[in-house]
């Protein structure tokens, strides 16, 4: 069996893999976050790349330093990165409660995307490395929300960590209308199109 390395420290995209009984460690990326593109579907392929590349310049290089994160096996990383997109503006998580309003009195009512890049990176027992970079999006409609619901969310603390302010899997559920595509694309992860993409590259995650 070869190893599974998670390059998130988010709780939701670790729930999604334990949900799917994938076993798997977790190593978050720590550099910092640079973006150079301007498309929301660029910019998290850009992040999520980053994310893995640099955990697996850490399994590479940090050896003897580093035991939890070499080993004699195969090893996949996974990064990942989500962001919402309201026309030409990506949203990313709030700096303060004015913030959070504004994000959410722009997204009330309408329809917006989310969308989250994933990096595959493969690192075999030898040094040769591999990487698959890819991008799922999701169409989220907002119902319509009167300034007290929307301070009333807010004051739950909730929207303070999540790109966009909001999280779909959270009290903000009671005003999600509908989605069009993965809803756990919109979580952080789109589980299904990782598990199909490794397919047809001839991986099985449960065998890996």
């Not at 790349?49 to 996974?78: C, F, N, W």
């Not at 319509?144 to 929207?159: D, H, K, L, N, W």
Request: charge should be negative; aromatic fraction near 6%.
């Amino acid at each position: 069996m070869g190893q599974i390395i998670l390059a998130s420290a988010s709780p939701r995209r670790r729930e999604l893999l334990e949900q799917i009984g994938i076993h798997f460690e977790v190593c978050p990326a720590k550099g910092e976050e640079v973006i150079t593109k301007k498309l929301p579907h660029e910019a998290v392929e850009e992040l999520a790349g980053q994310k893995a590349r640099e955990v697996a310049g850490m399994v590479k290089s940090y050896g003897a330093s580093h035991e939890e994160l070499v080993t004699p096996q195969d090893i996949l990383i996974i990064g990942a990165d989500t962001v919402v997109a309201y026309g030409d503006e990506i949203l990313g998580k709030p700096k303060d409660e004015a913030d959070a309003f504004r994000m959410l009195s722009m997204l009330q009512g309408k329809t917006h995307e989310v969308y989250t890049g994933v990096s595959l990176v493969l690192l075999d027992a030898s040094g040769k490395a591999g990487e698959l970079t890819f991008h799922e999006k999701t169409a989220v409609s907002v119902c319509s929300m009167t300034e007290q619901e929307i301070r009333r969310y807010i004051a739950t603390g909730e929207p303070f960590d999540k790109a966009g302010g909001y999280a779909i899997q959270g009290k903000c559920a009671i005003y999600i209308d509908k989605i069009d595509g993965d809803y756990n694309n919109v979580v952080g992860l789109p589980v299904a199109a990782v598990y199909q993409k490794l397919k047809k590259l001839g991986i099985d995650l449960y065998l890996w």
